[in-house]
């Protein structure tokens, strides 16, 4: 009997070995697949763009041409080659190409110049979001940010619409905006976590809607996963409504997270009424009861996060100090309006690069070149 249960065992162990080798094949030949369909649209947008170069008469009737390819193609290789379909290659090799050469007048009614094709490292489905984009470097930052986190599409979705980029943007010193469009967002220091508004669309509550902090809380643990998430990188649960008792008082902290990159407490307190100084003065006690009582030597000082339906700056500044680890940000229950933080971003570098032009005497210098566009029009 024991012999039995033994080789029975042994069976089991050997197909699970061979069933993870199976499932680890399918899920490279699956991406080594997409990658390839990638590359493949891409060239394809490639042709075409290259096809109505050669004279103003083609361009002129690219969609005439466009409905006749789909059509030849269809009938080769069945379904997916619709006009739709052609439009987006052509589109993702406009967006993604890097021309080699500069562009002149006489290149321009010559065929295409030398093109280096970039490397892509995402699903066809993350870069048909990432085309609507116009804006190169808020581009650029989402597929940095969707390869270092290993977004889904869908995800990808939701931060290019819940406007991550300006809302990171507009949460860090002027400086380091461009920054994330180089590196996407690096997190060093407590301001680097931080974004204003958190967008707490995920958990269902109606923004017109009566609600307390309960109801709120119970709305984020419910969507915990999704909160994390939203909170940024690095983000850990690890209590809601956590009780520590100082001088026979006992509080309550809302929801007490970690951050594993900057290796410290993140402490979070709702408000759905306008923020107080009595709130700010509460964060900072649990904040001190933390660093004092809870964190191991190694970690970094512990994060105060108030999440508010409304937060006054000047509230904040003059009744914290200044190297106080508290923030206060507001929470929206719906999506922001993207083309009012993509106006303040655009605002915010002019100001930064106004602010850094070089000065000759007492005067700053004009420059020639006018100061660089966050939002630039699509490509057509």
């Known amino acids: 009997m024991k012999k039995n249960l033994t080789s029975l065992k042994s069976e089991n162990s050997l ?16 991406k080594a697949v997409n990658t390839a369909m990638v590359y493949t649209y891409y060239g394809i ?3 075409i763009i290259e096809y109505e170069q ?5 361009a002129t009737y690219g969609k005439q041409v466009l409905s006749r390819l789909s059509d030849k193609l269809s009938q080769k290789y069945g379904n997916g080659w619709s006009v739709e379909t052609l439009t987006k290659c052509r589109k993702f090799f406009q967006v993604y190409s890097i021309s080699s050469a500069p562009q002149t007048k006489s290149a321009k009614s010559s065929a295409v110049q030398t093109i280096s094709t970039p490397q892509f490292t995402l699903s066809w489905n993350h870069y048909q979001i990432l085309m609507r984009v116009n804006n190169p ?9 969707a390869q270092k986190q290993n977004w889904g599409y869908r995800w990808l979705q939701r931060q290019v619409a819940s406007s991550l980029y300006e809302r990171l943007a507009l949460s860090t010193n002027k400086n380091k905006v461009i920054r994330l469009a180089e590196k996407g967002q690096v997190i060093e220091k407590s301001e680097d976590v931080i974004k204003n508004p958190v967008v707490l669309e995920f958990i269902g509550l109606e923004p017109s809607s009566s609600y307390s902090e309960t109801k709120l809380e119970n709305a984020i643990i419910s969507k915990l996963q999704t909160f994390l998430l939203e909170m940024g990188r690095g983000f850990l649960f690890e209590a809601r409504q956590k009780r520590f008792t100082f001088d026979e008082d006992n509080f309550y902290v809302d929801l007490v997270l970690y951050n594993r990159i900057l290796q410290c407490y993140v402490l979070v307190d709702l408000k759905v009424e306008k ?24 970690e970094k000082p512990t994060i105060g996060i108030l999440l508010c339906k409304s937060k006054a700056d000047a509230l904040v500044e003059l009744t914290l100090p200044k190297d106080a680890n508290i923030y206060a940000s507001a929470y929206e229950l719906c999506l922001p309006d993207k083309s009012l933080l993509q106006q303040k971003v655009k605002e915010w ?11 000759v005497g007492n005067k700053k210098v004009a420059k020639k070149v006018t100061a660089k566009k966050t939002v630039k029009k699509a490509k057509k």
Do not use: C
Request: aromatic share 14%.
């Open 15 to 30: 197909f699970e070995k061979i069933s993870a080798l199976i499932e680890s094949s399918r899920a490279h030949m699956a």
């Open 45 to 47: 947008g490639q042709h």
């Open 54 to 58: 050669k004279g103003e008469i083609r």
């Open 137 to 145: 470097d808020e581009r650029h930052f989402y597929e940095i940010e």
């Open 275 to 298: 923020l107080t100084h009595q709130d700010l003065g509460q964060m900072q006690m649990y904040v001190n009861y933390f660093d004092r009582y809870i964190k191991l030597d190694f």
């Open 349 to 359: 570098i002019a100001e930064f690069e106004e602010e850094n032009e070089p000065e």
